[in-house]
T-cell receptor
């Protein structure tokens, strides 16, 4: 079974803080993705990576950056958290085909 | 610009009856479609998919229908069970649009199966 884990299930941060969300997959997948899920907006792609040190912007990259130093780990960074970044963050990974495997999500609240 | 649309935010169905969840898309380059199911506080899990070369795919109680001319797909669940209560996301992908075959998701439909 593919396993995608995320470092925290719930996180509360203050406005202006730097926030790191970590994602690890154990299936040697090439591709990894970060989404945010908001009510009425579905899942929106923030960034994705198709190889170590490679990254591409998704649909809503503003205010975020990512890091992929090792194949199994993909980090999402909020350089200066703002209240409009309060959301559910979901990490996913994929090898071949179209199906993506998701982690359990991190509920981030920025106050 | 929402390329994948799920116009019904919620649906309530009685146990044992059929649940029909709908999804429309606008991008004619989409050629592969997936349905995901999401419980609260969990990540989405893959349910069923269909390629654009087919018009129907069935897996147990779940069937997905694709109408390419109408750019419409639907997920049928028969019979519906209380454990099917979740949010269902439709997703689409366009082959050969670059690396990693991105998925574009709809906004989701919350299904509630009542006793």
């Amino acid at each position: 079974d593919v396993k995608v884990t995320q470092s925290s299930r719930y996180l509360v941060k203050r406005t202006g803080e730097k926030v790191f969300l970590e994602c690890v997959q154990d299936m040697d997948h090439e591709n990894m993705f970060w989404y945010r899920q908001d009510p009425g907006l579905g899942l929106r792609l923030i960034y994705f990576s198709y190889d170590v040190k490679m990254k591409e912007k998704g649909d809503i990259p503003e205010g975020y950056s990512v890091s992929r130093e090792k194949k199994e780990r993909f980090s999402l960074i909020l350089e200066s958290a703002s209240t409009n970044q309060t959301s559910m963050y979901l990490c996913a990974s994929r090898q071949t085909g179209y199906e993506q495997y998701f982690g359990p999500g991190t509920r981030l609240t920025v106050t | 610009d929402q390329q994948v649309k799920q116009n019904s935010p919620s649906l309530s169905v009685q146990e044992g009856r059929i649940s029909i969840l709908n999804c429309d898309y606008t991008n004619s380059m989409f050629d592969y479609f997936l349905w995901y199911k999401k419980y609260p506080a969990e990540g989405p899990t893959f349910l069923i998919s269909i390629s654009s070369i087919k018009d129907k795919n069935e897996d147990g109680r779940f069937t997905v229908f694709l109408n390419k001319s109408a750019k419409h797909l639907s997920l049928h669940i028969v019979p519906s069970q209380p454990g099917d209560s979740a949010v269902y996301f439709c997703a689409a992908s366009a082959r050969n649009t670059g690396t990693a075959s991105k998925l574009t998701f709809g906004t989701g439909t919350r299904l509630q199966v009542t006793l």
